[in-house]
């Protein structure tokens, strides 16, 4: 039985080179973010830090806006995060335990909504937020994003196996209101699930580059746009660009510290439901 759990050797390998080529990328970054430009000509390149880290940190604040940048960022995918964690679970409390009609053709319209691809939506968008007059604001990347079909199907999924209804019963025999049942009992119940949406939702608004680009200014532009001015320009300064990206990638680090122990504790709870 021991022997069984214990694995293949080649396992472990497969591991640590999967984890190998995972992190590598992040520390190169942190390696090049260290160096000035003359050090990434060298043979062999230099594998260890450097001590230029914290003056290159400084010419990147002073070649672009990139602290509004952090903040925007910030404001934008955290403001995205809590929503669409909070309204995917109401939908997907919705869709999973209450009976009303018509459910299962919106939810399917819901899950069709994820197959259009979001550039066919790019200009009317654009057009609606001129309309609204919203361009160069936060309004118009924090608005079209609160809601996503993918929160809620997510949700909809987890809820209708981790939610039993016997729970729910229970609550309305006690006199509890459907709201009641949702901040009280759903709500706990999702906390696994729910950690696991919004870190993949922290990060792809983080990370989200097209429609900032398209929508804001480069005066007020999030992290990802401040990126791309740092890499813009006749000779690429790599050194710059890649401290840029080793600044913007410690918040997602951040993030999955604060919330790993409920985001594995989400996946190994839906591993063991599946």
């Not at 196996?161 to 016997?166: D, I, S, Y």
């Not at 929508?215 to 000779?235: E, H, R, W």
């Amino acid at each position: 039985m021991l022997r069984a759990l214990r694995g293949h050797p080649l396992t472990y390998l497969t591991l640590v080179a999967v984890a190998f080529f995972s992190a590598f990328p992040v520390y190169w970054s942190v390696i090049v973010a260290s160096h000035d430009n003359a050090a990434l000509a060298e043979v062999p390149p230099p594998l260890l830090p450097g001590g230029n880290f914290f003056a290159n940190v400084q010419r990147v604040f002073d070649t672009a806006p990139f602290a509004l940048a952090l903040l925007n960022s910030f404001v934008v995918a955290g403001t995205i995060t809590v929503s669409v964690m909070f309204f995917s679970t109401l939908a997907g409390f919705a869709f999973a335990k209450l009976r009303f009609r018509g459910r299962n053709v919106l939810l399917l319209m819901t899950v069709v909504t994820m197959m259009v691809p979001t550039q066919l939506g790019i200009i009317p968008l654009y057009m609606l937020m001129i309309k609204l007059e919203w361009t160069g604001t936060m309004y118009a990347v924090i608005v079209p994003a609160l809601v996503n079909a993918f929160g809620v199907f997510f949700m909809t999924q987890y809820l209708s196996r981790a939610l039993p209804t016997e729970l729910l019963e229970a609550g309305r025999i006690d006199g509890c209101s459907t709201a009641r049942l949702f901040w009280h009992v759903v709500l706990p119940a999702a906390r696994p699930a729910a950690a696991v949406l919004g870190m993949l939702t922290f990060m792809t608004a983080w990370n989200d580059y097209f429609w900032p680009l398209v929508v804001l200014t480069p005066d007020n532009p999030t992290v990802q746009v401040a990126l791309s001015q740092l890499a813009s320009g006749y000779v690429r300064d790599f050194t710059l660009g890649l401290t840029g990206t080793a600044v913007a990638t410690l918040p997602l680090v951040l993030i999955f510290v604060l919330l790993g122990k409920q985001i594995i504790g989400g996946i190994m709870q839906g591993a063991v439901k599946g």
